[in-house]
């Protein structure tokens, strides 16, 4: 066998069975264990201390009315461009394409958030003054 | 000591900065791109902030996400492990402004180091031997003449070349001028430029590199060489330390450049030094340094027995080195084998794709660091690297039959994978004499047809 590199050599007749090994059979173990039950493929292990994100907008969408309105940045978000001033938009205010949304800071600077498209703000999802990270609901809009 | 790092890179390297926070007990931020949400490093980190879409340059290479994510997290500190922005005196600069500590050397001496040029001049500066070399040569006498003072072989190479053009190694007296005129006119239609420049070829050398480290308290120290001979297009396969090539005696030197290197330049954490080191053994020459901490740093963890990682930390926060590092002295070998995610049977073509087995070799001096499991998805937006192996014996003889054994347990199913290719190297008769050099590997490619 070693002449031949073989590592597995299996036998079955009537009356008996002869296997022979050089080495593990790397294969039949590859195969029990890809055969076992194993969790789904996407669930990353559990621990005990998850990470939680960042994510301001943590609140379940309640019903998922309109388009995502999503945070092309991280940072602070705030629904007004100064604490004393009126927020940007509210529920149910019309906006237009470039209009000013809501700023986002980070490093010093604040960030004006401007609407892709016009529309009508349906739900106000990121809390002023949270952090949030790319990807994050900041407004939902139909 | 820091109340929090945030680690601005992604894959195994970001999971090992976080396990030695958790070490430390210090608090770790994890950045992430949508593509890496599955990732290790992100679940293991205390917190994670999602800086952006797949590609790197969206994400990974955005420095303000990076930043405004540790301002959203109160970090006080970015380890940038190596790539990425690791080697960006830019990004250095505004962590500082920024009143946040970038893990490393200062900015001043990542864009002193970072241009060939001046780090070159730097070394020669500070008595550590360079490829000898010529400015350009206003004709063929005045070139033989050089030559001649350089010492055969020489590399004549076009100032405007590239892509291996206008260039002709000269092993011969009585052929310079016709080599000369020969690359000179190539220059001149290829690129309409026949300036040409002289460096000593060094021929079949050995990638040699110090690691090196340095704290606030006055502690300037190597730790070792690592040798990288084994790589195929200027990426390195497999690393061993030591060196199989050097003596006691080029060590010692190598390893006193080195540290003459850093304290003339004041230089501050952990860096690499990378060497040319001719086929004898007898001369070295300086190629560049990297002020960062390098993916193989673990083949010097093993052998001198310290953490690399958690120094970088400490010495960033303004402590010393370690008692154990500072009185550190070598113990086995240790041999690291890149495992990627190619086929090299098909020219390295890269294999992203989901990974539906996965079982990592153990056992005494076996170490994995990986930041893939059974189920995950290697995703196309990064370089292929998914794991690295790297095991330890009291000899080379050891560390080698453990490196053999430690791959054939190793089972990645879904994705092709270098570890066959590995095996092989392993096997190889240069190998075990450790005479391999650079071009080791291309050789060995070529002669499979592969």
């Known amino acids: ?142 | 000591m820091f109340q929090k790092v945030l680690v601005a890179n992604r894959g195994e390297i970001a999971l090992r900065i976080i396990r030695a926070c958790r070490e430390l007990d210090v608090a770790s931020v994890a950045v992430y791109s949508e593509a890496d949400i599955d990732s290790m490093h992100v679940q293991l980190a205390d917190e994670a902030v999602c800086i952006g879409p797949g590609p790197s340059k969206d994400s990974y290479l955005k420095p303000d996400r990076i930043i405004a994510a540790a301002e959203i997290t109160g970090a006080d500190a970015i380890h940038p492990g190596y790539g990425f922005l690791s080697e960006n005196a830019r990004f250095a600069d505004i962590c500082e402004s920024s009143g946040i500590t970038f893990i490393g050397p200062s900015a001043d001496v990542i864009r002193m180091m970072g241009d060939k040029a001046t780090a070159r001049a730097t070394a020669i500066a500070n008595g550590v031997p360079i490829t000898p070399g010529s400015e350009i040569m206003a004709d063929a006498d005045e070139a033989y003449a050089k030559a001649m003072e350089i010492g055969l072989p020489v590399m004549i190479k076009a100032t405007a070349g590239g892509g291996g053009r206008g260039m002709r190694p000269c092993f011969k007296e009585e052929e310079f001028k016709s080599l000369f005129q020969a690359a000179s006119n190539e220059a001149v239609a290829c690129f309409g430029n026949g300036d040409c420049y002289l460096e000593k070829l060094v021929l079949n050398p050995h990638h040699i590199e110090f690691q090196i480290i340095a704290d606030s308290h006055g502690h300037f120290i190597h730790l070792g060489e690592r040798d990288c001979s084994m790589q195929r297009r200027n990426q390195k396969i497999i690393e061993e330390c030591p060196s199989p090539l050097l003596s006691p005696e080029m060590r010692q030197r190598m390893g006193d450049a080195s540290v003459a290197l850093i304290k003339a330049i004041n230089y501050q954490n952990a860096g690499t030094i990378e060497y040319l080191v001719d086929a004898a053994g007898e001369n070295f020459y300086f190629m560049e340094m990297n002020t960062r901490i390098q993916v193989e740093h673990p083949v010097t963890e093993e052998v001198m027995g310290c953490e690399l990682i958690k120094e970088q930390i400490r010495v960033a926060a303004g402590e010393s080195l370690s008692r154990h590092v500072l009185e550190a002295t070598p113990r086995g070998h240790a041999i690291e084998c890149r495992i990627n995610a190619e086929d090299p049977y098909n020219k390295f073509m890269p294999s992203p794709g989901t990974i539906s087995l996965w079982y990592a070799p153990g056992g005494k001096g076996v170490r994995v660091d990986t930041h893939v499991y059974s189920g995950y998805s290697v995703p196309p937006y990064y370089d292929s690297m998914i794991a690295k192996l790297i095991v330890t014996g009291a000899t080379r003889e050891i560390a080698i039959a453990r490196m053999k054994r430690a791959l054939g347990e190793f089972m990645i199913h879904g994705i092709k994978t270098t570890i066959p290719f590995q095996q092989e190297i392993l096997k190889h008769p240069d190998f075990e004499k450790g005479t391999y050099d650079i071009g080791w590997v291309g050789r060995f490619l070529e002669e499979k047809g592969l």
């Open chain 1, 1 to 142: 066998m070693n002449e031949h590199g073989l590592t597995h050599f299996d036998l079955s007749k009537k009356d008996f069975h002869l296997k022979l090994k050089k080495g593990p059979d790397m294969e039949e173990l590859g195969a029990l264990l890809a055969s076992l039950p194993s969790a789904p493929a996407q669930a990353a292990p559990q621990f005990s201390a998850p990470a939680p994100s960042t994510a301001a907008g943590a609140a379940p969408p309640p019903a998922a009315e309109g388009a995502e309105i999503t945070s092309p940045m991280v940072g602070t978000f705030y629904r007004r461009p100064a604490p004393d001033a009126p927020d940007f938009v509210e529920a149910g205010s019309t906006v237009s394409e470039g209009q000013t949304l809501c700023i986002i800071e980070a490093m010093k600077v604040m960030n004006e958030i401007k609407a892709e498209r016009s529309g009508t703000i349906c739900a106000l999802v990121a809390e002023d003054g949270n952090p949030v990270q790319y990807g994050d609901v900041l407004f939902r809009i139909k």
